[in-house]
T-cell receptor, first 114, second 113 residues
């Protein structure tokens, strides 16, 4: 069974640009969550999608958005990129929203802003 | 905001020794999870302990949970060089969602061959 796949693995952008990151969850998983990881702030929750609907949102500005497709694949978009958006963006999937189940993470997209 | 705080921040031990890592949290939880992250990679789930459990084992891993003290510990026995990684505790808060885990800042474990 394939794991969570994130593309691309690395991305370099400049300030003011926008970027779209992609996440394919494990087959059969319908919940997809996104996290931002930086050395200063650690791992922070961005948002969660389930059945094509955003179910939870973290404390990030509106420049960060996402969506989920009918096949459960998810994308996140960051507009008007800032230097502080440089981070490892991690996607995690789960079969459903039931508690007491572990999250399955991809290897992330390393985004660097010049 | 960080819910969990791990202690120590960094740990260096010799291969074969045991490694103990601690995590404290602030609010009531449904469960607490430990993850490992190798450099440049994603997080790998190690073990999940529910709020009504006190101890759990998985191979060389032993996790304890003390909800009265809001703390947990992860013990890795007979460590190996391959255990070198960052370790994170994450909490699923009561009233939150399992998909919205709150992570600590992590512990860097170095196992010297």
């Amino acid at each position: 069974k394939a794991g969570v796949t994130q593309t691309p693995r690395y991305l370099i952008k400049t300030r003011g640009q926008q970027v779209t990151l992609s996440c394919s969850p494990i087959s059969g998983h319908r919940s997809v969550s996104w996290y931002q990881q930086t050395p200063g702030q650690g791992l922070q929750f961005l948002f969660e999608y389930f059945s094509e609907t955003q179910r939870n949102k973290g404390n990030f500005p509106g420049r960060f958005s996402g969506r989920q497709f009918s096949n459960s694949r998810s994308e996140m978009n960051v507009s008007t990129l800032e230097l502080g958006d440089s981070a490892l963006y991690l996607c995690a999937s789960n079969r459903d929203r039931d508690s007491n189940q572990p999250q399955h993470f991809g290897d992330g997209t390393r985004l660097s802003i010049l | 905001s960080q819910q969990g705080e791990e202690d120590p921040q960094a740990l260096s031990i010799q291969e074969g020794e045991n490694a103990t890592m601690n995590c404290s949290y602030k609010t009531s939880i449904n469960n607490l999870q430990w993850y490992r992250q190798n450099s440049g990679r994603g997080l790998v789930h190690l073990i999940l302990i529910r709020s009504n459990e006190r101890e759990k084992h998985s191979g060389r891993l032993r996790v304890t949970l003390d909800t009265s003290k809001k703390s947990s510990s992860l013990l890795i026995t007979a460590s190996r060089a391959a255990d070198t990684a960052s370790y994170f505790c994450a909490t699923d808060r009561v009233g939150g969602a399992n998909s919205k885990l709150t992570f600590g800042k992590g512990i860097t474990l170095s196992v010297r061959p």
